[in-house]
């Protein structure tokens, strides 16, 4: 059992943790790969210094600016979009009471952007007992965060920075959050000077949904997608503007922003249940998905608390009803739940989704990205030896868990390679494999020290080993160690897996050295 998993009922339960502060919730990554963002992600910096390589090992900063290079006519309506639920949550101080139950990211806005998501949900609302004009929050329910201004910032910097980066907001007014008419033309109106320009208008929207691609988004300067939910037309009335109600259509043509109505399917499914969730989701986009040429597609991955009756109440109180996102998020994290389920409707067509602490998640993030790139991955051989030495050809395997031909994806190796025995635990996984035709060069990645919480991802645009030999053309030897031998090395000095190759000017074979 993780530390996660023992401290969270206590930290659920409201008689021990009434208060229900943040600071009480544990932070370590449920699936291992938390050091994936530690070394992408550098906090507070405009872009991440990260090349690209022949492993496709490329910065989350980036992935549409690489998407472009490969792909310039991709429609961007056709993308996957990973996105941030309640993006500026984080700004709700630890350490005030109830704050756990309000955040759902850890990451800044700045962070977020730079590991991959490209869609901010942003919940807004006047400032608690200050209805100055400018005076505009960030909130979750009755939580109250930092003012919405330097969030907005963050995200100018980020497309200033990513001029072939391209964003989409979700604002939405905070239900039962007292917002005036000033404040909301106050935020509205410093948006569209801030990314003037740069906005997709309503004009663009049917032309957009039907045929732009990336290389149009980009030629045009269009960056910011900007959709506001219909609560920001309630009580709108401005002095020195106008007199009248303000109606969706006069938002659209005075700030460049969209109608979230028309033009996104965003549905709640408003449980805590993840299998009720997932048939949910696959019927809505079973129903919804295909319609590409009316409007965008939100799919939200989210589990809701709640409290239904007297038992729910006493489950609360013990800690077995969790009302913080963090521990609903574990529910659909740990074990693969989310991961499998990804996977298993990968060809649905999917557009945008909606993840709570993506720093949990990051693998899932990034498999998901890895879906858009073209580039196909070739899964020429892969063994596995356990540490009593015996030698495993999963090669077979392998190639059931590439997703639409363009990403490998093992989420828990142990488990999905059916590697069972107690020795297999420590074991190490070789893979040989390829990306693209025929001119593409080979690699081999080797994965040590395989544990039960251990994932494999390959793709073009991320893979999750770093140390990855690139086989040489017209010659042969054997991957031994990260390092390429000559053929001729005797087996007996090899201790562990080694891969003999022969490649030639146009194909490549690979067998294990017994």
């Not at 208060?19 to 070394?39: I, K, N, T, V, Y």
């Not at 449980?271 to 009720?276: D, L, S």
Request: glycine share 6%; with cysteine.
């Amino acid at each position: 059992m993780s530390w996660f998993e023992a401290t969270d009922c206590p930290c659920n339960s409201l008689a021990l943790n009434g208060l229900q502060m943040s600071c009480c919730m544990p932070s370590p990554a449920l699936d291992g790969a938390m050091e994936l963002f530690e070394a992408a992600v550098q906090r507070g910096t405009g872009a991440i210094e990260e090349q690209a390589s022949i492993i496709g090992a490329t910065s989350a900063s980036c992935w549409m600016e690489l998407l472009y290079k490969l792909e310039p006519r991709k429609r961007f309506r056709d993308l996957l979009i990973v996105g941030s639920h309640n993006t500026g949550s984080y700004t709700i101080h630890p350490h005030r009471p109830f704050s756990a139950i309000a955040r759902c990211q850890n990451f800044s806005v700045l962070d977020q952007l730079q590991a991959g998501v490209r869609l901010l949900d942003l919940r807004v609302g006047g400032q608690r007992g200050n209805r100055g004009h400018s005076n505009v929050s960030v909130w979750h329910g009755s939580m109250e965060g930092q003012p919405v201004m330097p969030l907005l910032q963050q995200i100018d910097q980020f497309v200033t920075d990513h001029p072939k980066e391209i964003i989409t907001i979700n604002l939405v007014p905070e239900y039962g959050v007292d917002f005036s008419s000033d404040q909301k033309y106050f935020v509205l109106k410093r948006i569209h000077e801030m990314f003037d320009g740069r906005l997709v208008k309503a004009t663009d929207m049917n032309d957009l949904l039907a045929s732009w691609t990336l290389e149009d988004m980009i030629q045009k300067g269009k960056q910011v997608l900007v959709f506001f939910h219909p609560r920001f037309c309630r009580n709108f009335k401005v002095s020195g503007t106008t007199s009248q109600q303000w109606i969706a259509e006069e938002l659209e043509a005075e700030f460049d922003v969209l109608n979230a109505d028309v033009w996104m399917r965003n549905p709640w499914f408003n449980t805590k249940v993840p299998n009720t969730l997932f048939q949910n989701l696959l019927r809505d986009i079973h129903t919804h998905g295909n319609k590409k040429r009316h409007q965008f597609h939100c799919s939200q991955l989210i589990l809701t608390p709640g409290v239904g009756g007297i038992s729910d109440v006493v489950k609360a109180m013990v800690g077995t009803n969790p009302l913080r996102p963090i521990s609903l998020s574990q529910h659909l994290y740990k074990d693969q739940c989310l991961n499998n389920y990804l996977r298993s409707n990968s060809e649905e067509p999917w557009n945008l989704f909606l993840l709570d602490f993506i720093d949990y998640c990051p693998w899932t993030l990034r498999f998901l990205t890895a879906l858009n790139f073209p580039t196909k991955v070739e899964i020429c051989l892969a063994a596995f030896t356990n540490r009593s030495g015996r030698a495993i050809d999963v090669t077979e395997a392998l190639e059931n868990y590439v997703f639409r031909g363009r990403a490998m994806f093992l989420a828990n190796i142990l488990n999905d390679l059916r590697l069972k025995e107690k020795s297999d635990e420590g074991g190490t996984l070789t893979v040989a494999y390829r990306f693209g035709d025929e001119q593409q060069p080979y690699s081999v990645l080797s994965i040590p020290n395989v544990e039960n919480s251990t994932s494999l991802l390959i793709s073009y645009y991320a893979t999750s080993v770093e140390s990855v030999v690139s086989i040489p053309w017209s010659d042969g030897g054997i991957i031994y160690g990260g390092q390429i031998l000559s053929s001729r090395t005797p087996a007996r000095n090899l201790k562990g897996i080694a891969i003999r190759f022969k490649s030639t000017e146009s194909s490549c074979t690979f067998d294990v050295v017994e």
